[in-house]
Nanobody, 124 residues
Framework: QVQLVESGGGLVQAGDSLRLSCAAS????????MGWFRQAPGKEREFVAS????????AYANSVKGRFTISRDNAKNSVYLQMNSLRPEDTAVYYC?????????????????WGQGTQVTVSS
């Protein structure tokens, strides 16, 4: 049984940084792409960033490009999201997810396992 557990969320001020972590257990972590998504109150879940199984390739939503960085450590079965220059509009619950393959898609339907989420709140 695959489990994903996010951590690192919190309350910060605009301009601050946070690093989210996602620890995976079960399955073979290094064979799958991973992604981060977020959902703000009253809005649909949206793509934030994704990374290939090897970590060699990444993709970002335009809204976070240049501010957020996704990375992974296959030896630790973990994926990370470094978030810099945070803005109030980044406030959301952040979820990590495991892709159905080695690829790193941006559609939520292409991910088969999800964590419980971690809250990020950015005050102005």
């Amino acid at each position: 049984q695959v489990q994903l557990v996010e951590s690192g969320g919190g309350l910060v001020q605009a301009g601050d940084s946070l690093r989210l972590s996602c620890a995976a257990s079960g399955g073979t972590f290094g064979l799958y792409g991973m992604g981060w998504f977020r959902q703000a109150p009253g809005k649909e879940r949206e793509f934030v960033a994704s990374i290939s199984y090897s970590g060699d390739n990444t993709a970002y939503a335009n809204s976070v490009k240049g501010r957020f960085t996704i990375s992974r450590d296959n030896a630790k079965n973990s994926v990370y999201l470094q978030m810099n220059s945070l803005r109030p509009e980044d406030t959301a619950v952040y979820y990590c997810a495991r892709s159905r393959s080695i690829h790193f898609p941006s559609r939520a339907s292409d991910y088969s396992y999800w964590g419980q989420g971690t809250q990020v709140t950015v005050s102005s």
